[in-house]
């Protein structure tokens, strides 16, 4: 069973640069697609983006521009979302998501494994 735990979130000042982690265990990474959605409260959770199993692709959400970079290291685990120039709008829970040999999944449905979910805050 894979799970997967989120970490780098908090409360930042807009215009700063966040770095958001997703370590899975179990089960065999590399097999995994994997993406990162966020969700604000009383808000239908959002597909922010997703990254193919090699990391060689990214496919992004329709709200997401250049300022979000999303990658991974297969040989640690993990995933990166990398947010620039944050907004008070970028203001949710994080979470990350995993889908077996799946291929630009960016329905909730499509995924498997789910994180806890990081809170990042963003003061204007």
């Known amino acids: 069973q894979v799970q997967l735990v989120e970490s780098g979130g908090g409360l930042v000042q807009a215009g700063d640069s966040v770095r958001l982690s997703c370590v899975a265990t179990g089960g065999t990474f590399s097999t995994l697609g994997l993406g990162w959605f966020r969700q604000v409260p009383g808000k239908e959770r959002e597909f922010v983006g997703s990254i193919s199993r090699s990391g060689d692709a990214t496919y992004w959400g329709d709200s997401v521009n250049d300022r979000f970079t999303i990658s991974r290291d297969n040989a640690k685990n993990t995933m990166y979302l990398q947010m620039n120039d944050i907004k008070p709008e970028d203001t949710a829970v994080y979470s990350c998501?995993?889908?077996?040999?799946?291929?630009?999944?960016?329905?909730?449905?499509?995924?498997?494994?789910w994180g806890q979910g990081t809170q990042v805050t963003v003061s204007s």
């Open positions: 998501a995993g889908c077996p040999y799946c291929v630009r999944a960016k329905w909730a449905y499509e995924y498997d494994y």
